[in-house]
Every structure is written in structure tokens, then in C-alpha cells.
T-cell receptor, first 114, second 113 residues
């Protein structure tokens, strides 16, 4: 069984640019959530996709957008990058199972904005 | 809103010492509670979880009990190893709706031989 994978592992961009991060969910999982983890902090929820539809969104501006594809893989797009967007971006996949549903995390993409 | 508060780190222990990392939460209803661990340079791994009051989650020698009366989910291990050195995150998901994880700030544990 393949776990959650993310690409690329590291990325350097300059302020104002756009970036696309990718995530492949674990086999059998139809839900993908994205989190932003700033250095020394806990992950913050960005949004969740369930069966190709956005299912919930955290307190992030519209320049953070996403997609989920029919194979349940997902993309996170960030436009007009700002210095504060520098962080580890984590993707997690799951299958709806009610209370205590476990989310399985990928290794993350580390984004540096200069 | 819902939140999780963890004890500040770093926590520095000698091998075989007893570990406690405190976690308290604020949430409406009956959240599910989790401990995740992050090893250097890696993503998060689920360590244990509990979904209702008085449940005890356990894994790899770690334990935590869901205490509704004190809104706590403290992580404990009787004898830590150097390989337990990592950052530990307490988290919750609210009952009902989509399962958005709300994390604490994390507690760094360093275990020395």
C-alpha cells in the first residue's frame, strides 16, 4: 500500500510568483486536506477536498486555491506569493469513517519565498 | 473557537526517564483527540487517538487518556528512548461536519543517552 506522497520536496520562489504543490493520496482515500506549518508552529488547516469538491476552508485568503482530481490526487495553488508564505505544506488523506477519522500525512513540501 | 494548548518545550530527558507532555483543549461538544509525532525532516505520524471520554489511546509505549472533566489529553511514557526525540503535537477534530484537525503549537522532546 502506497502512502501519501508530495512533490516537490523543496521549492524556492520569489515574492509575487505563483506556485503549485502536488499530493497523491493513499490508496482507497477520497479526502485530501492541506495544512500550512510555519517554522516552530503547529500545522494550520487550509482546506479540504472530498470527491473533487471543496469540503471546508480555514482562514486563508482566496489566493490559496486547490483542486482534486478524479483519482483523488490534489493540487494546492498559491498566487502572488508573500514572504510569510514560507512554510512546510502538508497534505493528508483520509477516508470518511465518522468520529476519530485518521488523517495520514505526506512528508511535506518546504516552500521558501525570497 | 476551538483550540489546543500544549506545554512549552523543549523537554529534555535522560534515557529511561518518565515523560509527560500536557495538553488541554477548548471545544464545543465531544471532540476526538489525537497525538501526532514529527521526526526531524519528516511529516506527521499518528501516534494515538481517543474518541470519547475516558478512552485511553496507546501505541509504542505511549498513552493518553481523554479526560472530559479537565478537558485534557496528556501524553505519557514510562521509559523514553533516544529514538523518541521528536516534536509532539496534540490535536482535535470537532464532532460533526468535516474533520479539520486543530493542532497545538507542538512540544519538542530531546532524549539524551
Amino acid at each position: 500500500e502506497t502512502g501519501v506522497t508530495q512533490s516537490p520536496t523543496h521549492l524556492i520562489k520569489t515574492r509575487g510568483q505563483q506556485v503549485t504543490l502536488r499530493c497523491s493520496s493513499q490508496s482507497g482515500h477520497n479526502t485530501v486536506s492541506w495544512y500550512q506549518q510555519a517554522l516552530g508552529q503547529g500545522p494550520q488547516f487550509i482546506f479540504q477536498y472530498y470527491r473533487e469538491e471543496e469540503n471546508g476552508r480555514g482562514n486563508f485568503p482566496p489566493r490559496f486555491s486547490g483542486l482534486q482530481f478524479p483519482n483523488y490526487s490534489s493540487e494546492l495553488n498559491v498566487n502572488a506569493l508573500e514572504l510569510d508564505d514560507s512554510a512546510l505544506y502538508l497534505c493528508a488523506s483520509s477516508f470518511p469513517s465518522g468520529e476519530g477519522e485518521t488523517q495520514y500525512f505526506g512528508p511535506g513540501t518546504r516552500l521558501l519565498v525570497l | 473557537g476551538d483550540s489546543v494548548t500544549q506545554m512549552e518545550g523543549p523537554v529534555t530527558l535522560s534515557e529511561e526517564a518518565f515523560l509527560t507532555i500536557n495538553c488541554t483543549y477548548t471545544a464545543t461538544g465531544y471532540p476526538s483527540l489525537f497525538w501526532y509525532v514529527q521526526y526531524p525532516g519528516e511529516g506527521l505520524q499518528l501516534l494515538l487517538k481517543a474518541t470519547k471520554a475516558d478512552d485511553k489511546g496507546s501505541n509504542k509505549g505511549f498513552e493518553a487518556t481523554y479526560r472530559k472533566e479537565t478537558t485534557s489529553f496528556h501524553l505519557e511514557k514510562g521509559s523514553v528512548q533516544v529514538s523518541d526525540s521528536a516534536v509532539y503535537f496534540c490535536a482535535l477534530t470537532r464532532a460533526g461536519g468535516y474533520n479539520k484537525l486543530i493542532f497545538g503549537a507542538g512540544t519538542r522532546l530531546a532524549v539524551h543517552p
